[in-house]
């Protein structure tokens, strides 16, 4: 049996269970309409998918993923452009096979909205593509007679139920509810959320039978029964038609909880179970839990009317496993309920080693300050001091973050990207937020400064005692948080090195801890990336499971994402990678921090005891990005993550701890060593920021011009090529010297921030387009007015001679070379130009010469990916068109200083000497 097939029979169940839970968003609230069709009605398929609501001449988009089973996670998301046919926007995907599970949303990018499923937040369209398993069914008996009955369908066909109440499960007619032989139908309905059909028969009387079958009428095909088309209280009869007595009584099983989430072998458990007595009176039961092999037995237990707990004890004596105990409630011989109890876990701890967790946050801001030093955007201030209430206090995620990591007892591994500690040490030293034409007073941003920058100051303070103690592990990180893959890949690797070393420094500095560990912007890796780390004294790092365990070359072992794996380059050169798990780290994502605290607190631990009886020992590590889930879940976040805490403090000792990365790379040996590992991201490819999208484009090509042009100045004026900046926080964004305030704008134009947020897939504002362009944009302006400042005073062209005087007006001495040219023969020579001074040089050997450049001599080597071309004297920096036989003054000079006169004077005596020299080579005057 497939993965295709296996999914929906196992969430059928779940799926038709949320069918009962009411819908509180109504379709009339949502504007859209949308309709979808699948063809051909059998093999592989395609879906179109129509839209209407949306205004004509919108750019529309339809993104769509496959999903294991209907709103689980998505792989392979796309973006397809729909088309205006009149009356709607659409759009045809595919082909798919049978049995894979589509999802869609919408994307309005004229007006940046995102349409779902009712307008709902994260709800999408689902629809399994011509089910290889159609007719597979789910009912459940409601407390008043009412049966709803479930199926998976060719969706979206319309599917009629036929059914008749019977004598029994067997070959025995059929008759309607009037008494009447035959049979009866109700339209079924399809339900995008969750890709099935549905429908309410009943009420019927307690014990009656109800048989059925379904019948696509868009097909014309009957779905009969069989034993793989199951589930719950359904049975098939002998004919082939689906069957279900029609059971309930008075009391009612309402739920049940246990008194732990995990029990080992041989300790006291307690269920509380909730019923609803509707005789209206006290009755008095007997029950019994069963529960593996082990039977329970409670008498005369009084259930009092109304909503009553009754709490049932027993002894967790069978072995570990996960088992679903079946309470059945029974009086004077007759039953009255029967329900299947939650999952019960247990667990055997003996002679085994407890699983190791390993919780990477990673904490990050962009910069949103101009290089004018204007800030643009306020969210650094707010996620550190204003994004929800706690306790009565108005918080940030950061500051939640720590105050939540000194309450508990857990260890995690963290990283602030040193973008967001510089923005907050810059603040920190202003000593008050700078205000902005964008906010002029703190009652625009609605927060209490004073209370912010406490909140700033508290959220360092508290973190760093927290390292300082061990508590937690801090990361470090290239600095501006670049796509590292895509940089190495245009050979800027020297721009990497640099931004780690100032990453590292930069957390140094903050925390008073030196991290031996990186956090890999995006989880977006290369094999050159192993070197770049060792360069930089990085031990390990974080990479995602699913983008890189299936794909890379296995040297030894068994790798998993469940240990340390190193990983080695075709040098020898190795580091070590904690692979996350990809199924926990995006239930921490996009589940965990939007639902009852106590969900996800069972979630979580139920998650680690099924690792536990699988790989006792394991490591498993939980990495995201540490702000996201509570900024966008302000509600229900703040409260999830204190549940989270509470939870692992609470339970972690005997089968499970929470380690930090080192840590537990210190106490687990590496499982496998791989190399190999493709070029991906946590995305599993690279294509949030570098898609072919024209916007990304022109980021990239932009940071690829600035680049080379800054490469070579810097190499002009004789200074380091990707240079550790030095960065004072009272002149952000700007460094101490120009040429480093350049390279500084030129790391912040290499963040990751601003292509994810440029076009599809994603869709942010166009700020963040803009603000690469103004960082980018400054960088080659300011080279330019350089430049500029290098003007040819004189000339004279002479035979096979010319003479230069070229003025430097910059700070910087140049080194560079100087190419004379008169269109078929040249001469270069290197020359060095003081600053603020006028150099004469001379040139011999070179008849009627018309052009004379200054190149900086950088190499292919040191611009890598760069759009103008060099040769092989190396940049052009500046032109100069000679007249062969003239002499003149290319560009006036302000002033007439003492310098320039007698600058003057020496070239026209080297001129002379020159002019004598070449005519006493020709002989005597004829």
């Known amino acids: 049996m497939t993965n295709k097939i296996i999914y929906p029979l196992i969430l059928l169940p779940i799926v038709a269970a949320l069918l009962m839970v009411p819908i509180t968003y109504a379709q009339s609230s949502c504007s859209y309409v949308v309709s979808f069709n699948v063809t051909p009605a059998s093999g592989s398929a395609y879906i179109t998918v129509a839209i209407t609501g949306v205004p004509e001449g919108h750019e529309v988009y339809l993104r769509w993923g496959i999903e294991p089973y209907p709103q689980g996670p998505w792989s392979s998301v796309t973006d397809t452009l729909m088309t205006w046919n009149g009356t709607s926007y659409v759009v045809t995907i595919g082909p798919f096979q049978p049995g894979t599970w589509v999802a869609w949303v919408f994307h309005d990018v004229t007006t940046n909205t995102w349409i779902n499923y009712q307008c709902v937040p994260f709800w999408n369209w689902n629809v399994d ?167 329970f037995n409670y008498y005369d237990v009084t259930i009092m009317p109304g909503y009553y707990t009754v709490a049932l004890n027993f002894t967790v004596n069978m072995p570990q496993g996960i088992y679903t105990p079946m309470l059945t409630v029974y009086s004077l011989g007759t039953v009255l309920t029967q329900a299947s109890l939650p999952s019960l876990y247990v667990l055997n701890t003996t002679g085994k080693p407890p699983l190791s967790l390993v919780i990477v946050w990673n904490m990050h801001q962009p910069l949103y300050i101009e290089p004018n030093g204007t ?30 990591l ?42 209490n400064m004073t209370q912010c920058l406490e909140a700033i100051n508290y959220t360092i303070s508290l973190y760093r005692e927290l390292a300082q103690e061990g508590k937690i592990e801090i990361l470090a990180v290239p600095f501006y948080h670049p796509l590292q893959a895509i940089i190495y890949d245009n050979g800027w690797q020297s721009d990497l090195l640099a931004q780690i070393l100032m990453g590292e420094e930069m957390t140094e500095d903050v925390f008073g801890v030196k991290a031996t560990g990186a956090w890999t912007p995006e989880m977006a890796f290369n094999m050159g990336l192993v070197h770049l780390y060792n360069e930089t004294g990085i031990e390990f790092t974080i990479l995602d499971a699913q983008a890189f365990l299936p794909y890379a070359t296995v040297v030894s072992g068994t790798p998993s994402p469940y240990g340390p794996i190193i990983v080695e380059d075709s040098t020898g050169e190795q580091i ?22 106590q969900v996800t607190a069972r979630e979580l631990i139920h998650y680690l005891a099924r690792i536990y009886m699988q790989s006792p020992g394991a490591v498993v590590v939980v990495a995201l990005d540490g702000e996201n889930p509570l900024i966008f879940n302000p509600t229900t976040g703040p409260a999830d993550l204190q549940a989270i805490y509470q939870v692992l403090s609470e339970y972690q000792g005997t089968w499970f701890v929470t380690q930090t990365a080192s840590e537990a790379i210190a106490t687990h040996k590496p499982i496998a060593v791989l190399t190999n590992l493709p070029e991906s991201s946590w995305a599993l490819n690279l294509n949030n920021w570098n898609n072919g999208y024209p916007g990304k484009i022109e980021i990239w090509r932009s940071v ?150 200054l190149y ?22 500046a032109t100069f068109t000679l007249s062969p036989g003239n002499s003149q003054a290319i560009s006036a000079m302000q002033g007439e200083s003492s310098e320039l006169i007698t600058s003057l004077i020496a070239f026209l005596l080297s001129a002379s000497v020159i002019m004598i020299i070449i005519l006493i080579q020709k002989g005597p005057f004829r």
Not at 152 to 175: C, E, K, M, Q
Not at 214 to 230: K, V
Not at 386 to 392: K, P, S, T, V
Not at 393 to 400: D, F, K, N, Q
């Open 129 to 295: 593509v011509n089910p290889p398993n159609q007719g597979y069914t789910w009912a459940y008996v409601y407390p008043n007679g009412s049966i709803l009955i479930t199926v998976l369908g060719r969706a979206p066909d319309n599917i009629l139920l036929w059914y008749g109440l019977t004598s029994g499960p067997g070959n025995v007619p059929w008759y309607t509810t009037s008494g009447a032989p035959g049979a009866m139908n109700a339209t079924m309905t399809f339900n995008p959320l969750w890709g099935n059909y549905s429908v309410m028969i009943g009420p019927f009387q307690p014990g009656q039978w109800i048989q059925w079958v379904y019948w696509d009428t868009t097909t014309n095909t009957w779905l009969h029964c069989s034993a793989n088309l199951i589930s719950g209280t359904v049975i098939c009869t002998p004919n082939g038609n689906f069957a279900i007595q029609d059971v309930y009584s008075p009391l009612i099983f309402i739920n049940a909880t246990y008194s732990k989430y995990v029990y080992l072998v041989g300790q006291n458990a307690t269920v509380y179970v909730l019923f609803e007595n509707e005789f209206g009176k006290p009755i008095t039961v007997n029950m019994t839990l069963t529960a593996n092999s082990e039977e």
């Open 375 to 404: 800030w643009e955007q306020a969210w650094v201030l707010l996620h550190t001091c204003h994004d929800f209430l706690w306790n009565g206090t108005w918080v940030g995620a950061y500051e939640l973050q720590a105050i939540l």
């Open 406 to 447: 000194n309450e508990y007892n857990v260890s995690v591994t963290i990283d602030f990207t040193p973008v967001l500690l510089y923005q907050w040490e810059t603040i920190l030293t202003e000593g008050a937020f700078p205000y902005s034409p964008v906010w002029s007073s703190p009652s625009i941003l609605n927060v």
């Open 576 to 597: 070590i990678v904690l692979f996350r798990d990809t199924d926990l780290s995006n239930a921490f994502s996009f589940a965990y921090f939007r639902q009852p605290p």
């Open 704 to 853: 690829a011009l600035a680049r080379e042009y800054l490469v070579a100045f810097t190499k002009a004026v004789g200074m380091p090529i990707s240079p550790v900046v030095p960065l004072p926080f009272n002149t952000t964004p700007n460094s101490t010297n120009p040429i480093y305030t350049l390279w500084n704008y030129l790391y912040i134009a290499e963040g990751s921030d601003w292509t994810w947020q440029t076009g599809p897939p994603n869709y942010g504002p166009v700020w963040f387009q803009e603000q690469a362009l103004t960082y980018t944009s400054a960088i080659i302006n300011a080279i330019e007015n350089y430049l500029s400042e290098i003007r040819l005073v004189k000339y004279v062209v002479e035979n096979n001679a010319v003479v230069l005087q070229i003025y430097n007006g910059l700070n910087y001495t140049l080194y560079v070379t100087l190419v004379v040219s008169n269109g078929t023969y040249t001469i270069a020579k290197p020359v060095v130009l003081k600053p603020h001074h006028i150099t004469t040089i001379p040139i011999i050997g070179i008849e009627n010469a018309t052009t004379a450049q």
């Open 856 to 877: 900086s001599p950088v190499t292919e080597y040191e611009l890598g990916d760069h759009p103008i071309l060099i040769n092989q004297y190396g940049f052009p920096l």
